[in-house]
């Protein structure tokens, strides 16, 4: 479960990390009530579950609470990164005289928590980290000893901190460790993590993630006023919420839990890590797929065919791949239905419209006497699902 900036700084200082005097609000009033509070120049942030505020016009500055309000009001009534926004935090606006990067999050090969410092944080921070010489440095967590002084000091010094720096900086480190720990954390991320005029080094931004299975443990979040919720993400397409119509038209199979992208290859592939799969291969191979659907449990022809009408509908659809792994729960031969049935609805003709089917399993023999009388290329289960991909991104190409 992703947090606020709001609660993740909470949770920070919870565990001592410094942060800007501050707090979340929901209107303007109140907005301009907690900057009259933190007198001086404030920072009004948008709260959404994203990041790349800064650029999108949701980190604005104000001078005092008038214009607290009237920037907040502003901020609730439009969108940031497509986004409603419907808190916001105001905080002390900072002099800031240095940006660095400090984040925590596993390391799935080696199955350690890893630390990273950058010396260069803020906005660009991911287009920094890519170059060579970016000074990210990078620490594996030993479980069992966690992040001893010292180490927590070295990284201070690589982020540039001298004398008492050391200290303040290298306890920032080990707290952002005690704070994953004690919150089952997944990610914890500071960027930037700040050097202000007066020397002192504050938490400016907070990103975390809880580990959703942890969080039935983490009692302590709702005493903090961070309840459990659904994971959004973003709001659902139209294409996605049609999706989910079709197959709830009827219980039989899954059909239609699509997400959407901007490519040219629709898919039609099976769910599961197998989808992860083709998706990778399909990009692999130069590919940009339209969607990611997925399809199993034995789905009737007529969710099938919906499902076909609709992923073909997204304008700039170049191609079709229907991909999946070896079947044993789904007949081949009524996905062949379905979607040839989809295709010829679209008034596509599967001779002539690149498509291209990698669907072994049940009622297989019958399902590619189907596909062959419509003239469609397919691979049974002698072939591998990239042979498939690799094919589909080469057609319709010149
Ligand atoms: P993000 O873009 O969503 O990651 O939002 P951040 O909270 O990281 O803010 C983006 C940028 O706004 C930071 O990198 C800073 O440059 C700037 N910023 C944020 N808070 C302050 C502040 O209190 N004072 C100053 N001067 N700049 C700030
Ligand atoms: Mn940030």
């Known amino acids: 479960m992703r947090l606020y900036e709001y609660e993740g700084k909470i949770l920070a200082q919870k565990v001592g990390i410094p942060v800007p005097a501050g707090k979340m609000v929901d209107s303007p009033e109140k907005a301009r009530e907690v900057a009259g509070e933190i007198k001086g ?4 942030k948008a709260q959404i579950l994203l990041g790349g505020r800064g650029k999108a016009g949701g980190v604005r500055f104000a001078s005092d609470p008038g214009e607290a309000e009237k920037v907040t009001r502003e901020m609730l009534a439009t969108r940031v990164r497509d986004r409603k926004v419907e808190k916001v935090l105001v905080e002390k606006k900072l002099e800031i005289v240095e940006e660095m990067y400090l984040g925590i999050t596993i390391d799935e090969i080696n199955k350690r928590m890893i630390l ?6 803020g906005v660009e921070v991911e287009a920094i980290a890519q170059k060579p010489g970016a000074g990210f440095a990078r620490a594996l967590v030993d479980p069992f000893i966690g992040v001893p002084g010292f180490r927590a000091k070295e990284l201070a010094k690589h982020l540039g901190a001298t004398d008492k720096g050391l200290g303040a900086l290298g306890n920032i480190v080990s707290r952002l460790y005690a704070l994953v720990q004690k919150f089952d954390a997944s990610v914890a991320e500071i960027n930037p993590l700040v050097k202000t005029k007066d020397g002192s080094y504050l938490a400016a931004d907070c990103r975390v993630e809880i580990d959703d299975d942890a969080i039935f443990r983490q009692k302590e979040l709702e005493s903090l006023g961070i309840f459990p919720r659904e994971e959004r993400g973003r709001e659902p397409t139209e294409l996605e919420r049609k999706g989910a119509e079709i197959d709830r038209v009827d219980h039989r199979g899954v059909a239609g839990r699509v997400v959407e992208f901007d490519g040219d290859t629709a898919l039609i592939i099976g769910g599961g890590g197998a989808s992860l799969t083709v998706f990778d291969a399909i ?10 659907c997925e399809i199993g449990g034995n789905p009737t022809v007529r969710k099938l065919q919906l499902l076909t009408e609709l992923i073909l509908s997204k304008p700039g659809v170049k191609r079709l791949a229907v991909v999946t792994n070896v079947l044993s729960n789904t007949r081949v031969d009524l996905v062949a239905r379905g979607v040839i049935k989809g295709m010829l609805n679209r008034g596509l003709d599967p001779r002539n419209f690149p498509v291209v089917f990698r669907v072994p399993g049940a009622w297989e023999d019958e399902g590619f006497r189907i596909l062959d009388k419509y003239g469609i290329k397919y691979f049974d289960r002698t072939h591998t699902m990239d042979e498939a991909a690799q094919y589909i991104c080469q057609m319709g190409r010149s």
């Open 41 to 44: 120049e404030v920072v009004v």
């Open 116 to 121: 990273l410092a950058g010396k260069t944080g």
């Open 283 to 292: 990009l692999k191979y130069g590919g940009k797929p339209a969607n990611y």
